[in-house]
């Protein structure tokens, strides 16, 4: 489920473009370099301070917290991003390889499946949502 669109005018709305995939890569570098830590509060941390109030952020928090439960990243392999635009907002679906070790040292290579939806702000785009989707 696609989180909801947060409210603003209409009139700003309607005169800004989405963000483009190359407007949002910082953001996405600062996600990955966030993933060894294995913690959803740390990478919730780059999600706008105007969003991060909002339920799906506790949602995220939980479910890639516990999608790492028990692992810890050794290192971050190969990483894919798709975007697309849905309104003015953009959807960003990410693979990222992550190379683990659980409690008991056994090394597994494990995709991580995230979404992050990005939306215009003051002519800068800003990170409202990620949706931990699985770790396979």
Known sequence: ????????????????????????QPALSNLVASLPSGRGENMAQWIDSGFRAHPDTGRFVGRFNQLMAGLRVTQLGHVRFSSRTQGVQL????????????MNNEARVRD??????????????????????KLQ
């Open 1 to 24: 489920a696609l989180p909801a669109e947060p409210a603003a005018p209409a009139e700003s709305r309607a005169t800004l473009p989405a963000p483009t995939l190359a407007q949002v």
């Open 91 to 102: 959807v960003v679906d990410g693979v990222i390889v992550l190379h683990t070790q659980d």
């Open 112 to 133: 991580l499946h995230l979404r992050a939806f990005f939306q215009p702000q003051d002519g800068q785009p800003v990170l409202t949502h990620l949706v931990a989707e």
